[in-house]
T-cell receptor, first 113, second 112 residues
Framework: DTEVTQTPKHLVMGMTNKKSLKCEQH?????MYWYKQKAKKPPELMFV???????INESVPSRFSPECPNSSLLNLHLHALQPEDSALYLC????????????FGSGTRLTVV | GNSVTQMEGPVTLSEEAFLTINCTYT??????LFWYVQYPGEGLQLLLK?????DKGSNKGFEATYRKETTSFHLEKGSVQVSDSAVYFC???????????FGTGTRLQVTL
């Protein structure tokens, strides 16, 4: 298995809703990442988990809450989002040692209404 | 800090034309370098990589050589196809499980 699987592919949520994005990989990668990508822009790093522990939080607002329940799963819990949070959310994974590159999922396209 | 600079797009080419997308970088230490491709409506796919100076990455007819002396990692393809139309991101990585730093992306459009 060489894929990162993200669900759902599309999500529309209201500003008072609570939802979760899910990411799964079975490549034995012990580093997992959440990125946010706005239209016509490069991905921006949000969070990094290394060995299931949060190692980097890029000053992301608390309405985004990551969770890594085990080495294969990564969640992003969403609450009280704003319309400007609408974007493509990408999950990625990699081996912890550098140089091998990340494997990205196909993303969840989130629309906040 | 680390940064990646890519040529501005969009780049429009006719099928079978030669492609070059320029990428230069600034980094502390010795980064690994990558090209990612994003097709419309999809996530990013790793196209090729190079981990040390003078390494050449290649995949699907695309090539890029890690040039430490010019801090460059230009993407080339000898004959592009319509199916190569996508956004191409140059990126670098330093350290352990740290940030993948992206360039701004270059949109390629190939026409018949």
């Amino acid at each position: 298995d060489t894929e990162v699987t993200q669900t759902p592919k599309h999500l529309v949520m209201g500003m008072t809703n609570k939802k979760s994005l899910k990411c799964e990989q079975h490549m034995g990668h012990r580093a997992m990442y959440w990125y946010k990508q706005k239209a016509k822009k490069p991905p921006e790093l949000m969070f990094v988990y290394s060995y299931e522990k949060l190692s980097i939080n890029e000053s992301v607002p608390s309405r985004f809450s990551p969770e890594c329940p085990n080495s294969s799963l990564l969640n992003l819990h969403l609450h009280a989002l704003q319309p400007e949070d609408s974007a493509l959310y990408l999950c990625a994974s990699s081996h912890v040692d550098r140089g091998v590159g990340y494997t990205f999922g196909s993303g969840t396209r989130l629309t906040v209404v | 800090g680390n940064s990646v600079t890519q040529m501005e797009g969009p780049v429009t080419l006719s099928e079978e034309a030669f492609l070059t997308i320029n990428c230069t970088y600034t980094a502390t230490g010795y980064p690994s370098l990558f090209w990612y491709v994003q097709y419309p409506g999809e996530g990013l796919q790793l196209l090729l990589k190079a981990t040390k100076a003078d390494d050449k990455g290649s995949n699907k007819g695309f090539e890029a050589t890690y040039r430490k002396e010019t801090t460059s990692f230009h993407l080339e393809k000898g004959s592009v196809q319509v199916s190569d139309s996508a956004v191409y991101f140059c990126a670098l990585l330093t350290g352990t499980a740290s940030k993948l730093t992206f360039g701004t992306g270059t949109r390629l459009q190939v026409t018949l």
